[in-house]
């Protein structure tokens, strides 16, 4: 049996009384795990499994298969605030959506850190600021697994950017291009020095403000095409496209 930290990134019903959980642990990264009898009034997981909660999960990793058991969830943190509102609760499921995709690549517990931390301050933002946490989540979610993007070089040849000049963003490069470098990459994004900017700081952990609106969705947008070229599957990211689109 292997007692791990580990956080709920989803969960539905499996047969008559079962629930199926996707958990991001902090030793086996993201895996699956039945939990028998969850659906039954009074049973041992009571609300432990609700999205975003974290705890420590009793799980018995199947030696060959993908499906693993988990025999008890004890709940740490249960984060209703998540669910309480429409603005929060589309972000953390579009991080946990990232989570999920990223993390069977997970090196030795960076995810689920990064989404610990992510889900905490999204939990705790205001509304105005919770679309600037939520993307500086997810892209130290991404750094996590070692595909964080170029900024201040370009991701080709390497020569230093103007920090105040805007720069072409191109997702299979890597990041940002230099001059020479796009004009050899068709189709890849100019983005003004604020979002590069902004990007070098959520790298950092700083704190960034954006204004509401379609600044937000530009660097959502950003993410997703970044992500979204290096997965390896290349499957759309649906929550996340859904996100996208809001204005707040
Ligand atoms: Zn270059």
Redesign the pocket.
Known sequence: MLLTDALVLHAFDYRETSRIVRLATREAGVVSAVARGARRPKNRFGSGLDLFSSGVAHLALHPTGDLHTLHAFDVGRARPGLGESLVRFRAASALGELGLRVGPEDPGGAVFAALTEGFEAIATAGDPTVCAETLGAAWRLVAAVGVAPTLTH??????ALDPLEPARFAPRAGGA??????ALAPGARLIPSEARAALVAWASGAAVVLEEGPVRRAHRRLLREFVEEHLADRAPLRAWRAWETEDR
């Open positions: 370009c991701a080709s040849c390497d020569g291009l230099c001059r020479l470098c796009a």
